[in-house]
Structures are given as C-alpha cells and as structure tokens.
C-alpha cells in the first residue's frame, strides 16, 4: 500500500508570540467557497493554561492565513470542531478544560474512565498540566463537597469565518466534551463524553448555541469516548465509537427519533498482505483516535482515524471505506501522518487535514474519490 503524503499548510514557527509549541488536533470544512482548518496549540498535548484554538483559510487550498485564534484564561481550548448550522454560519465547537496557571502538586486526572485522584509523582506531562480540580481529598462526603465546574462545551458563530461571535455557553454544556457536530434536516447533533456524561450522551441543536439531550446512556455497556456521526441517505444516523484501546463500536440508530441504537463491534479487512478480514480487537494496538465519519454524494462512507498498525512502527492516519451494516472498515489508504484527521468530500476528491512531524506541522492531502 502506497503511503500519501501531503502538503505542509502550517507549521509551528508560522506562530510568532510562542516559539517550539505544538500544532495538532485537525478538523476541515469548505464554507462559502473558502477551506478552512482548525486545530489546536500549545506547550504540551495535554490540557495545558497555553492551550488555543486556531482556524486558518484558504480559497484554494494551497495559500493559507490566520482567520482566528481562540483562547480562554486559565483554561485549555481544545479540539475545535468545525461545521455549517442550519442557518448557515460557520461553527467552532470545542470544549474548554479550566487549568491552573500555576503548577500543583495534587490534582485529578480525567480519564475516560472517570476522576481519579493522582498522587504528586504522577507522570510528568501530566503534572506540566497542573490540572484544576475540586481540592476535596478522596472520602470527602458527598455533602461537604461543592458542586466544580472542570470543563464546559461551547461554540463561536461567524458569518464570514474571519468575525466570530462571543462564546455560547449553554448549561447542557457543564462538565462534558461534546465531541464532532454533524447536521441534518435542520438539526445538529453531538455526543458529550466524559464527566457527567461517562455512559455517553446523545445531544441535538437547532442553532449550535443551545443544547438539549436527545438520548442518555448511549455508549453500549455505558463505555467510550469519541464518537463521530454521520447521517446515511436513508436518514438513519451512524456512529463510530472509540469504546476502548482495542475495540471500536458501530452503531446504528433509526430514524426519525433516533432513541433506539443497535451496536456492533467492528471487524477491519486489513487486505491480503496483512491477514484479510479480522476483529478490530485482534488487530488495534492503540485507540480508534480521533475518527471522522461522512457519507459520500454517492452514499458510501469513508472513515479516517490515527491507527497504529502490529505491522508499524509508529502510527498514520489511516483512510477506510465503511460498511455500516455489516460494520466493516476496509483500508483504503495510509497517509504520512500522527494527529487526529480532518475528512471532507469536494469536487471528486477526499481532502485530509493531519498533524504531521512530531506536532510541528499541518498538512493537508487530497485524493480521488476511491
């Protein structure tokens, strides 16, 4: 399988104030003729006081500039996520993790698996985090303790993509990470994770300012993390979730209210080189990371997520064409680079943002249509 290799459209010494900071984290969306980028900086991977949401355009995919820099005191913004609301403006989702700007010696780590109290010698880039969480020592009574707000999904508007409204904050919003918005018939739909919403949350927006829940409990066995929707022609809404290191989950849920999901594990066709059809769990050994879902003019569903292969040394961002019934992602295509896709359909092409070259670079990569 040939590897792709795209072309650099951003790199970390393009940002003047801060020098050997990291880019990554990609999504992209074409609005208005123009392309735009977003991803996130900062001094470390993790939730970290210098943490920014940039958004960079284009009008022909090859000249970029700044269109927006997004940041938030003593919080960390991460993962912007870009689409068009039913109205028409172009939406910067993210959600925001508060953090120290002084380091601490005790905090908490928000896994996926829920707050777990990490002792002072825990890992160091998670202590460069200096996470800012409730000071209650574990076996506080619940009575004792008041209510911290850690994390706070939001969004910006803009009618032109360089002028942005103020933050939307709506309280749905409160200590969950809304994950990738898609839109359909009008409406706009998330799942939040993390926090209060660890079983994972199905939400549903008419403007992307104010929320509401449409389902609770909506990973299967109440696990996951990163879910990426996609609507297919026949209007049943598809999910791929990260539900652990290993294993990834399809879901299916039926139109029109969307409450009843059917959930499978996924199987991957590797090709005949490296074993043909397996169980996802046999052959991933790192996490679904970061997975983008659409559905093609055409119908069809490509898939793109950082893979780490048994057949690599390190990981690429891998392309895949997806069989949601038979909840099949067959390799397409492996593409030169580390951090998290963004994947759009345009004029015969799929267009893939990435994070490349130990987080020193965006990149983008374009290909025919398979």
């Not at 500039?65 to 910067?92: C, H, I, Q």
């Not at 997975?291 to 003019?297: G, T």
Request: glycine share 8%.
């Amino acid at each position: 399988m040939d590897m792709i290799k795209g072309k650099v459209i951003w790199d970390n010494t393009w940002i003047p104030d801060r020098e050997n900071t990291r880019v990554e984290l990609t999504d992209l969306i074409r609005f208005k003729n123009h392309w735009y980028c977003s991803f996130c900086e900062g001094a470390i991977h993790s939730n970290h006081p210098t943490g920014r949401a940039w958004i960079i355009r284009s009008a022909d995919g090859e000249n970029w500039e700044k269109a927006k820099v997004f940041d938030w005191d003593s919080a960390d913004v991460r993962d912007p996520m870009l689409s068009v609301t039913a109205e028409g403006y172009l939406m910067n989702a993210t959600s925001i993790a508060f953090v120290s700007k002084e380091p601490r010696t005790d905090y908490l780590d928000d896994s996926a698996n829920g707050e777990t109290y990490i002792p002072a010698e825990a890992a160091a880039e998670r202590k460069a985090a200096a996470k800012y969480y409730p000071l209650d020592k574990p076996g506080t009574p619940e009575s004792e303790r008041e209510m911290e707000v850690t994390r706070q999904s939001l969004s910006w508007l803009s009618a032109d993509g360089l002028h942005w409204s103020s933050a939307f904050c709506c309280p749905s919003g409160v200590n969950t990470w809304r994950w990738k918005t898609i839109w359909h018939n009008g409406m706009g739909y998330s799942v939040g994770y993390g926090g209060k919403d660890t079983r994972g949350t199905l939400y549903r927006t008419r403007d992307g300012k104010s929320w509401r829940v449409l389902r609770e409990d909506f990973f299967p066995d109440g696990k996951g993390t990163e879910a990426t929707l996609a609507f297919g022609q026949d209007d049943n809404l598809h999910c791929l979730l990260r539900y652990s290191a290993e294993r990834t989950m399809a879901g299916i849920g039926r139109a029109p209210y969307y409450q009843d999901w059917e959930w499978n594990e996924v199987d991957v066709d590797c090709g005949p080189d490296h074993g043909g059809k397996k169980p996802a769990r046999e052959v991933f050994t790192a996490p679904f990371g970061g997975p983008k879902l659409i559905c093609l003019r055409d119908g069809r569903f490509f898939a793109a997520a950082r893979m780490l292969w048994p057949w690599r040394d390190d990981g690429k961002i891998t392309l895949f064409h997806f069989d949601p019934e038979q909840a099949l992602l067959t390799i397409n295509a492996e593409i030169d680079g580390t951090s998290y896709p963004g994947l759009i359909e345009h004029d015969g092409h799929l267009w893939i943002s990435y994070g490349s070259a130990g987080a020193s670079e965006i990149s983008l990569a374009t290909i025919p249509v398979p």
